[in-house]
């Protein structure tokens, strides 16, 4: 995680979100797991700014993943800043209610991807 700060800012600009995202031959399976500080640190936003933060957003996959599983990972990325009720959701929310907004999105992406399949037969 040191190495993946050191390529770049994690900070979202404009939010009290870090988000480190690696793939790594380290990490056995696919994870997102969000931290709550106890106090901000400190430190470069993807803007090359400083920042406060104190929700830290860790998505970690295996270096070898397949396409499904990338999507995901991006889907959940795009998600954190969709619009700025999304961000207030992941600075803010408690985990239950990330878990319901992670899983109604979740379920409407299989829903377009079996309809999108359905569309080749």
């Known amino acids: ?26 990490v056995l399976s696919p994870t997102f797991t969000i931290y709550r500080l106890n106090k901000p640190i400190e430190l470069t936003g993807m803007d090359g700014n400083l920042m406060a933060t104190d929700t830290v957003l860790l998505m970690l996959s295996p270096q070898s993943v397949n396409q499904e599983v990338l999507e995901i990972m991006s889907l959940i990325s795009s998600l954190v800043i969709q619009e700025p009720k999304t961000i207030e959701l992941f600075e803010e929310a408690d985990g239950e209610a990330i878990k319901q907004f992670l899983s109604e999105h979740f379920f409407n992406y299989v829903q377009q991807k079996q309809v999108r399949s359905m569309d080749y037969v």
Request: proline share 4%; aromatic share 4%.
């Open 1 to 26: 995680m040191i190495e993946r700060a050191q390529l770049g800012g994690v900070g979202i600009p404009e939010t009290k979100l870090a988000l480190y995202h690696t793939r790594d031959d380290d």
